[in-house]
DNA sequence: GGCTTTCTTGAGTGATCACTCAAGTATATA
DNA sequence: TATATACTTGAGTGATCACTCAAGAAAGCC
């Protein structure tokens, strides 16, 4: 009996965090989603049901595509290449909307006003956080790193190397690339 | 014959700094500035012109006060171990609005959009990493890191951890001192 | 084809945005 | 004390914000 919607919800997700993620929350107007997304007003609350639960959802898949990439490139080629190749990765990604990481970019925006979608993306990056010290232990447990440190704490400060990272790509006088190679080059010394 | 102002401008200016720095640009309302300078909008725009204009001059004074520190601080131990001791200060100075860079805040915020004022934080950015390559190159000559080294590719790096680390010093399950712990011990091993 | 159910449409809501301006007030000089 | 010259005040500007809702259009089932 129903109708179907005309749309590619996924689809529609995906644009939508491309959109967030460049601009970030306050720099996005409805009008620049209904623009881009296609959708009136009307569709766009049947469908979402607000602007900030549609940018929960971004999130989410946000982190979630990131996980799951880090993780099959381990379990392709083992846990500490995946570590020093995923540097490169965040960089030069020609497809990515831009470079610096969303989920540090949403929380530093709405952190001060103690808006909820900067607890969700603390909460992302803490998931991410995890999914480091993990590959950080499975090569120490490899023994392609020394025993002797510790890979919750290696994993804290690689993250903060990888969010600075992402951060200098956006500059156009800085050369991200050789940060890159030094912060992959750092783990051959662990 | 004229009347005086009953502010103290500068006052004022680092007044709203510290907002700005905290809530952003898009998060900062003139009602916010009104109520936390104690002005009315008239006064306001008398005094400062617009809220962008007096964003760019707390943008100056913030990146004026940062070389001055730091070089001040290079005067006073030498190169390197000011380059060290950064780390530290930029985390746990308990007087700062926020740990994250101001620059690097505004930057990531407004670049996207092509506004002037990212202009002006990269703009700033730039002499905050030509102040470092100074410091490595001071470093260097006096023997205190191998002569084998590109000082302004350290400084690029130097620059990137920092910022990564001041964001990592906004979340609360991160250890920072830790991870400037470990910034400045790489400088050892140079 | 008729009917139900959902999706689509777009004008319209009140709130807030950055900003203006004319009238009122205080002060430094003469 | 008189006057000129600011500074202060706050109601008000049009624009844009996220969001609503009632009416119309289209698709699936009988």
Known sequence: MPRKPSY???????????IFWRQGWAGTSLKDLERA???????????FGSKDALYALTLERYAQDGVARLMAMADE????????????????????????????????ELQAKGHEL?????????EMKECFATLFRRAQQA???GPDHDPDRLAARYQSDILGLRLSAERNDVNAAEIAADIASDLDRL
Do not use: W
């Open 37 to 47: 997304l296609n959708l009136k007003p009307g569709s766009f609350y049947a469908a």
């Open 8 to 18: 590619d919800r996924d689809a529609l997700i995906a644009q939508a965090r491309d």
């Open 77 to 108: 080629m083992g846990p500490l290449r995946a570590l020093k190749a995923q540097p490169h990765l965040v960089i030069d990604a020609g497809a990515v909307p831009t470079h610096a990481c969303m989920l540090a970019k949403t929380y530093a």
């Open 143 to 145: 023994g392609e790193i």
């Open 118 to 126: 900067a607890d969700k993306a603390s909460g992302h990056m803490v």
